[in-house]
C-alpha cells in the first residue's frame, strides 16, 4: 500500500514538472521522463501551473512595491510572466489575431497562423492586451496581487478546457498544442478545475459570482469564435483563449472593485 502511494505521487510530481517544463521556462529535474503520452497527461496540471506562475508575479510585485512606484511595480510584474512563460500565451494571440484578422478560408488562416512573423494583427492585438492589463493590475491596487494569483490559473483551466468540447484542427507536427491534441479523459478536467474552483471561495460571494459568470461567457464565446472561424481549436487559439480570459477577469475584478469604493 505505500508502496503504491508513493509510485502514484511519484508519477504525479513527474507529470507536475512535465507540464511546468512545456508550459514555462522554470527549470525542472533532468530526471523528468517524457513522451507524447505522459506530455498529454500532465496538462491536467496546467492550472496548477498557472498559480506558480501567478505566485512568483505576485510575490515579485510585493517586492518591488516597497521600493518603486506602484506602476512600475506592476509592469515588473507582467514582465516577468513574460520571462517565465517565454511569451507562450502571448505568442499564441499574436498569431491568432493575425491568422483569423487576415485570413478568408481556412486554408489561409492556419498557414498565416503558422507565420512566425508577426503581423499588423498581431501586433495591434499584443500592445492592446499588455496595456489594459497593465492599467487594470495598477487600478486594482492592493488587489492585484489575488488577481495575479488566482487569474493565472483560471485563465488556463478555461483555456484547456476547450480541447474537451473542439476538435484538434491543426494537424501538424509544429503545432504548440500537439502534445494535449488528443482526447483528454474526463477526469482530467475534474483535476484542471480541482486547483482552482475551490480558491473561489476565498473570495467575497459577488466577486466569486462575478468571475465564475465571466469564466462561462468567455468559454462560451470562445467556443462558438472557434468553431465558426476554424471548426476546431489550435494551440495559437489556446493561447488566446488565456489572454482574452485572464483580461476579461482582470476587467471584471476592476468593475467590482470600484463599486466598493
Known amino acids: 500500500m505505500i508502496s503504491h502511494a508513493f509510485n502514484w505521487s511519484l ?3 513527474q ?16 530526471s523528468t521522463p517524457y513522451s507524447p503520452e505522459l506530455l498529454n497527461q500532465s496538462s491536467r496540471y496546467l492550472s496548477l501551473v498557472g498559480l506558480l506562475l501567478g505566485t512568483v508575479q ?14 512600475i511595480a506592476v509592469l515588473l510584474s507582467l514582465v516577468a510572466g513574460l520571462v517565465l512563460t517565454g511569451a507562450f500565451h502571448e505568442d499564441g ?4 489575431a493575425d491568422g483569423l484578422g487576415g485570413g478568408l478560408s481556412l486554408e489561409r488562416k492556419l498557414e498565416i497562423m503558422k507565420d512566425s512573423r508577426v ?54 507536427a509544429v503545432s504548440k498544442s500537439k ?3 488528443t ?6 478536467l475534474v483535476w484542471i478545475w480541482l486547483f482552482v474552483l475551490p480558491l473561489l471561495s476565498l473570495l467575497p460571494v459577488s466577486l466569486a ?44 475584478w476592476l468593475v467590482w472593485w470600484r463599486q466598493q469604493g
Open 11 to 13: 508519477r504525479q510530481w
Open 179 to 181: 502534445p494535449i491534441a
Open 58 to 71: 505576485a510575490l515579485l510585485l510585493l517586492a518591488t512595491a516597497q521600493l518603486l512606484p506602484f506602476s
Open 119 to 172: 503581423g499588423t494583427y498581431g501586433l495591434v492585438a499584443l500592445f492592446s492586451v499588455f496595456l489594459i492589463k497593465w492599467q487594470s493590475l495598477q487600478a486594482l491596487d492592493s488587489q492585484a496581487v489575488w488577481a495575479l494569483v488566482l487569474v493565472a490559473g483560471l485563465s488556463r483551466a478555461t483555456a484547456v478546457s476547450l480541447t474537451f468540447v473542439l476538435p484538434y484542427q491543426q494537424l501538424d
Open 209 to 252: 459570482l462575478s468571475l465564475l459568470v465571466t469564466l462561462i461567457l468567455c468559454f462560451a464565446l470562445l467556443f462558438v469564435y472557434y468553431r465558426s472561424q476554424l471548426q476546431g481549436y489550435t494551440g495559437d487559439l489556446l493561447g488566446a483563449a488565456q489572454q482574452v480570459t485572464e483580461l476579461s477577469c482582470y476587467l471584471v
Open 93 to 96: 494571440l499574436a498569431d491568432t
Open 15 to 30: 507529470l507536475f514538472c512535465l507540464a511546468l517544463a512545456f508550459f514555462s521556462r522554470i527549470p525542472v529535474p533532468a
Open 183 to 188: 482526447s483528454l479523459q474526463k477526469r482530467a
